[in-house]
């Protein structure tokens, strides 16, 4: 391998070494959380730079070339998408990092295996993020989700952890199982694994031939299938209250996040690279399921006393948002919108990731005392036990509302306008989408209402929120706000994901 290709693997590897590292320093210094956390904030930092030095990021002179860097001939690329969401889950996991140890320690959860197992998490989805081989895509699913499984059990003690971790296992090893059968089934008609392979000999039928292979289509709704259940997308949706409600609070937050963007990130190089000369068949397919997984998320989550359970129906709404950016892909003839779709997806992930992990954050450091239940009542006068909490809290669920001018309404309105650019029945759904996000408005501003106009049940305790959890707190406002308020940020973030977009047409 040459030096370029080296420093296109290097973030994913250093993620992996530093998940390696953290286990030798908990061995060396047992219950010493804070040289735990510390060695990997310092980790992560050290990766989230050597990403930014190899790049392509635009606007930015890196060592890597604009247009990308394969690596194996192509088992694995480094674009601007590979980037960007290499990035992007470097943010997720220091978030993470810093919300976890204020939860974990008083419960005597340790931090130093929450944070190793996170770390090969994650570099999964890294591995998802650049992977252009199928074999190597389902590598990096399986690694992905291994550690996701561990980690929603973490509260072994905990009956409902227990649980809600023994389902998400059972269907997530299902949907594996479907998704390795789908791709298995393109493999067979195409005679590749690699996803340039596979878009060449799919062009090759469609100047060829008039209908696909029956087995085709087959191998494309059982990836479909599959995919669908990593995204929490209805009818393939159950398994997410439970382990939600069950998981530790900062595993939660994490699982609403971060395993989602790598499914998603899954679906653009499976079903845009690679799928893409079938989009006519998987886009109407999309659209549906848009439609009902935001339609039904809302809908469950209206009826929630609990906070982890309302949260988790939302973000199936929010798989909804996001997959209305495929439809928008799939069924638009202008590659302008085309690629205005996919941008939809990538921005509204950014902004999700902010919003959502702060929201899950700030339900974490309420609980930061052991025995606080996360039922939507405990939020009783938050706004006067704890003012700052409050108004943080307020703004995350303002911005997953979709008010202005929080990251949540631009990252809407990206989607929104480019279905309407892209017209026909697109144009349904950008309603529906507004319909469901006005609807998301009754939910989330309840739990507004519950802090500042209930009061505090008797004998409640003031809230202390620790250290890292405050520095976290910050770092997810600024990014909700930043990215909706400043407009430099604002546009720097739209190009940023434009250019990522299009880098998927070779351009």
Not at 34 to 39: D, F, I
Not at 440 to 452: I, Q, T
């Given at each position: 391998m040459t030096i370029q290709e080296w420093l296109a693997v290097a973030p994913f590897m250093l993620v992996m070494a530093l998940g390696m590292l953290?286990?030798?320093?908990?061995?060396?210094?047992?219950?010493?959380?804070?040289?735990?956390?510390?060695?990997?904030?310092?980790?992560?930092?050290?990766?989230?730079?050597?990403?930014?030095?190899?790049?392509?990021?635009?606007?930015?002179?890196?060592?890597l070339p604009a247009t990308g860097q394969s690596v194996l001939d192509g088992v694995y690329v480094r674009d601007q998408l590979t980037t960007f969401l290499d990035l992007l889950f470097i943010v997720i996991t220091i978030l993470t990092v810093l919300f976890a140890?204020?939860?974990l320690a008083p419960r005597g959860l340790p931090v130093g295996e929450f944070t190793a197992t996170l770390l090969f998490a994650i570099s999964g989805a890294m591995l998802l993020a650049g992977g252009h081989d199928l074999l190597l895509l389902f590598i990096g699913l399986e690694l992905l989700v291994l550690p996701g499984y561990l980690l929603a059990g973490f509260a072994k003690r905990d009956g409902l952890?227990?649980?809600?971790?023994?389902?998400?296992?059972?269907?997530?090893?299902?949907?594996?199982?479907?998704?390795?059968?789908?791709?298995?089934f393109v493999f067979g008609f195409t005679g590749s694994t690699r996803i340039d392979g596979i878009a060449e000999q799919l062009q090759a039928v469609v100047a060829g031939s008039a209908t696909w292979p029956v087995g085709l289509l087959m191998g494309l709704a059982l990836i479909i299938t599959g995919g669908?259940?990593?995204?929490?997308?209805?009818?393939?949706?159950?398994?997410?209250?439970?382990?939600?409600?069950?998981s530790p609070t900062p595993v939660t937050g994490y699982l609403s996040v971060a395993p989602k963007i790598a499914a998603f990130a899954l679906l653009i190089r499976l079903l845009v690279e690679a799928l893409g000369p079938m989009r006519a068949e998987w886009g109407v397919l999309i659209g549906v399921l848009a439609a009902v997984t935001m339609t039904v998320g809302n809908l469950s989550a209206l009826g929630q006393?609990?906070?982890?359970?309302?949260?988790?129906?939302?973000?199936?709404?929010?798989?909804?948002?996001?997959?209305?950016?495929l439809a928008v892909f799939a069924v638009a003839s202008d590659p302008s919108?085309?690629?205005?779709?996919?941008?939809?997806?990538?921005?509204?992930?950014?902004?999700?990731?902010?919003?959502?992990?702060?929201?899950?954050?700030?339900?974490?450091?309420?609980?930061?005392?052991p025995g606080v239940t996360s039922q939507i009542d405990t939020f009783a006068g938050l706004g006067r036990r704890a003012p700052l909490l409050g108004v943080v809290m307020t703004l995350f669920l303002l911005s997953l509302v979709g008010i202005p001018p929080t990251a949540g309404f631009f990252g809407?309105?990206?989607?929104?306008?480019?279905?309407?650019?892209?017209?026909?029945?697109?144009?349904?759904?950008?309603?529906?989408?507004?319909?469901?996000?006005?609807?998301?408005?009754?939910?989330?501003?309840?739990?507004?209402?519950?802090?500042?106009?209930?009061?505090?049940?008797?004998?409640?305790?003031?809230?202390?929120?620790?250290?890292?959890?405050?520095?976290?707190?910050?770092?997810?406002?600024?990014g909700t706000i930043a990215i909706g308020l400043l407009p430099a940020v604002t546009s720097a973030t739209l190009d940023w994901t434009m250019e990522a977009a299009r880098s998927l047409f070779g351009a």
């Open positions: 953290v286990i030798i320093v908990d061995l060396i210094w047992p219950d010493r959380p804070s040289r735990v956390t510390g060695t990997a904030l310092v980790g992560l930092l050290v990766a989230g730079a050597v990403t930014v030095i190899a790049g392509p990021i635009p606007g930015i002179e890196g060592q140890p204020d939860y952890s227990t649980e809600g971790a023994i389902k998400y296992f059972l269907l997530g090893s299902f949907s594996s199982a479907i998704l390795l059968f789908g791709l298995a669908a259940f990593k995204i929490a997308a209805v009818p393939f949706h159950y398994w997410t209250p439970d382990a939600y409600q069950g006393d609990n906070i982890k359970r309302m949260l988790g129906y939302s973000s199936i709404a929010h798989t909804g948002y996001i997959m209305v950016g919108v085309q690629a205005a779709g996919i941008q939809g997806v990538l921005f509204y992930s950014v902004a999700y990731a902010f919003m959502n992990l702060g929201a899950f954050a700030c339900v974490s450091a309420l609980q930061r005392r809407k309105a990206v989607i929104v306008i480019s279905a309407i650019e892209g017209g026909g029945w697109l144009m349904i759904l950008a309603v529906l989408m507004m319909l469901n996000a006005a609807a998301a408005a009754f939910y989330y501003l309840r739990v507004v209402v519950v802090m500042y106009m209930r009061e505090a049940p008797e004998g409640a305790r003031s809230v202390t929120v620790g250290t890292l959890t405050q520095v976290g707190l910050v770092i997810a406002a600024i």
